[in-house]
């Protein structure tokens, strides 16, 4: 079955599998319930009020990071993204993909070609994302195999800029401390096998087999400049000791 006819049974396809409501939030913030007035008040905005960016957000996709110098530093994120061309996707990530889910930062995708016309300094700043489409870390849930196939050949060319601004990881109940630059895996024994395994789990999904479905995705060679931390070269992001306490990458 060609992609073009699963999107004509999109709508179907999604009833049937939608591949979410499976991953609780890591954790539970401060404050009092909801009270009937809050939820009156949010049942006639999403009656009323035009979303449009988020409507946006079609493709939904799982994966994993760590923080830019702690490589053990470790967790899953739950990325919607909006395609904005052929070359440019943004993503909001989540820490699950229940209703009580919180918003972990950002990620900005690009192409092959996008990324070769960034300065070398700005490279630096993100990762490929060859491994995690090869190795079958990265997943689309919900859709058929061969859907997330062509999903997947598209993004195994392509780079990732992340920042998370609420480390959930770190059991903090509020998104307190620096907005961290994030990193993507390149090899196997990097990622904790404890992760992956509860991820699978969860979504009933093998990411051998996923491995084993994409060996013909060609493995394209990473363009200079990503991945930098491999080779020791680190840049994060710090609060500076000036009096604004303006935030740069170091």
């Known amino acids: 079955m060609k992609l073009v006819k699963l999107l004509t049974l999109a709508p179907t396809i999604w009833l049937l599998s939608c591949g979410g409501e499976n991953t609780s939030s890591y954790v539970k913030s401060p404050g009092k319930e909801k009270s009937t007035k809050t939820k009156v008040?949010?049942?006639?905005?999403?009656?009323?009020?035009?979303?449009?960016?988020?409507?946006?957000?079609?493709?939904?996709?799982?994966?994993?990071?760590f923080y830019n110098g702690n490589i053990k530093g470790q967790m899953e994120a739950h990325h919607y993204c909006t395609k904005i061309n052929e070359d440019?996707?943004?993503?909001?990530?989540?820490?699950?993909?229940?209703?009580?889910?919180?918003?972990?930062?950002?990620?900005?995708?690009?192409?092959?070609?996008?990324?070769?016309?960034?300065?070398?300094?700005?490279?630096?700043?993100?990762?490929?994302?060859?491994?995690?489409?090869?190795?079958?870390?990265l997943i689309a849930p919900g859709i058929p195999d061969v859907a997330e196939h062509e999903i997947m050949e598209q993004i195994v060319s392509t780079y990732g800029k992340v920042i998370h601004t609420w480390h959930t990881d770190r059991d903090l109940e509020l998104p307190m401390g620096i907005p961290q630059i994030m990193m993507g895996f390149t090899k196997d024994g990097q990622l904790n096998p404890k992760l992956l395994a509860d991820r699978d789990a969860r979504f009933k999904v093998n990411h051998a087999?996923?491995?084993?479905?994409?060996?013909?995705?060609?493995?394209?060679?990473?363009?200079?400049g990503a991945n930098v931390w491999e080779q020791g070269k680190v840049k994060q992001l710090q609060v500076t000791s000036q009096a604004d306490s303006s935030t740069h990458a170091h």
């Open 41 to 65: 008040l949010e049942t006639g905005a999403d009656m009323l009020q035009d979303k449009t960016p988020l409507k946006r957000m079609n493709m939904y996709l799982d994966g994993f990071h």
């Open 88 to 137: 440019l996707t943004q993503c909001v990530m989540f820490d699950g993909n229940g209703e009580n889910a919180k918003i972990m930062g950002v990620e900005y995708i690009v192409s092959e070609k996008l990324f070769k016309t960034l300065p070398m300094s700005e490279r630096e700043l993100w990762h490929s994302h060859t491994y995690e489409v090869k190795s079958g870390e």
């Open 209 to 224: 087999k996923k491995r084993e479905q994409r060996s013909d995705i060609p493995m394209p060679t990473p363009v200079p």
